[in-house]
């Protein structure tokens, strides 16, 4: 009724971490959040309600069942039982034979090897395995900087989800801890990488999410358009490929890692809520009643339905000052947050 699309649900299997975010015995959906039987129950839920499930899917490692002769954890159980073959080679600490990572190296667990083919068949069986047994109909790809993307293309290519975001996340620049103004590299990279999927794939916007956090919390909402006068992330230059968020379960939630500025939410989801991408609003913003917020978040995301403000909806910026910006959206709505002086009918 609020208006939601799709769930994003934690990681479904089993995982050495409570959280999931550390997968052992993928085809085995008992996790710490229930068991098997519950998982489908909360799908089928799901779906009636006309919304989509989404997995988050953690593929760039996996945890080993089991130790080699030199105490290294690196022979896996359960159906997909791999040795170390799986395993990228510049990975000694876990004893891997496989060819070089095609990404960036994650330190906790065993690194898998995605350029070997029994490794991309086993992957796409098990995604296909989870739209059967359980009826996820989209992926959430996690640490997506760990492997090559034409990986996740594959992956996507051969489980042909409904809807597929890579969590591409990358640092901000930044001279002498301030926010450079400038972003451009920063949200390229991003779009590089849904390139390395041929956009099969959408991408988190880690670059809006940055920039809007400085621009509300320092009072510099000059930051919110680009050069060519365009939003200044990832939505400014591919909004069809651009999830935008507020926070996640690693930003925000009991981590608080790079949080976005408190008082600041509910501009925030003003200017999500009323752009183009695919905004995604956190649970735990949803159900704050704290100064408001969860009324706020509704009420946008009527207005968001109401006027059939989309992905690839158009932008037009019509003021961008350290206390007020403005924009007006497919010549249907205006939007203006801060507390500077703004009217639309100047």
């Keep these: 009724e609020a208006g939601f699309t799709a769930l994003w649900l934690p990681p479904p299997t089993d995982s050495v971490s409570p959280q999931g975010y550390l997968p052992r015995d993928l085809y085995c959906l008992d996790s710490q959040y229930g068991s098997e039987a519950e998982l489908r129950e909360l799908v089928k839920t799901i779906q009636s309600k006309g919304l989509k499930a989404m997995a988050d899917i ?43 990572d095609s990404g960036d190296d994650y330190e906790a667990a065993p690194n898998i090897d995605h350029t070997q083919e029994f490794v991309q068949k086993d992957l796409v069986g098990w ?14 790809f996690d640490y997506v900087k760990g492997y090559g993307g034409k990986f996740t293309r594959l992956y996507i290519d051969g489980s042909v989800p409904e809807l597929a975001i890579g969590e591409f996340w990358d640092s901000c620049d930044y001279t002498d801890g301030v926010l450079d103004y400038n972003q451009d590299k920063h949200r390229q990279r991003t779009v590089d990488w849904c390139d390395q999927t041929g956009g099969t794939s959408a991408a988190f916007d880690f670059t809006t999410k940055g920039i809007l956090q400085e621009a509300v919390g320092r009072n ?30 690693d930003t925000g939630s009991t981590l608080g890692h790079w949080p976005f500025p408190y008082h600041g939410l509910h501009e925030g ?60 959206v497919d010549d249907k709505l205006t939007v203006k947050i801060g507390p500077g002086d703004f009217t639309p009918n100047s």
């Design 58 to 100: 953690v593929i760039n490692h996996r945890c080993a069942h089991y130790q080699d002769d030199q105490g290294r954890w690196n022979r896996f159980g359960g159906r997909l039982a791999w040795d170390n073959k799986a395993i990228c080679s510049n990975n000694p600490q876990f004893g891997g034979t496989g060819n070089l």
């Design 127 to 140: 995604l296909n395995y989870l739209k059967k047994s359980s009826g996820f109909t989209g992926w959430r």
């Design 220 to 249: 510099e909402r000059w930051r919110l358009v680009d050069a060519e006068g365009r939003p200044p992330g990832v939505v400014g230059v591919w909004p069809s490929r651009a999830i935008t968020f507020i926070e996640n379960h």
């Design 269 to 328: 989801y003003a200017y999500i809520l009323t752009h183009p991408g695919t905004p995604c609003v956190f649970y735990d913003h949803y159900f704050q009643s704290d100064q408001g917020l969860g009324d706020s978040i509704k009420k946008l995301l009527k207005i968001r339905k109401q006027f059939g403000i989309h992905s690839r909806s158009k932008v037009k910026i019509l003021q961008a000052v350290a206390e007020a910006y403005a924009a007006n």
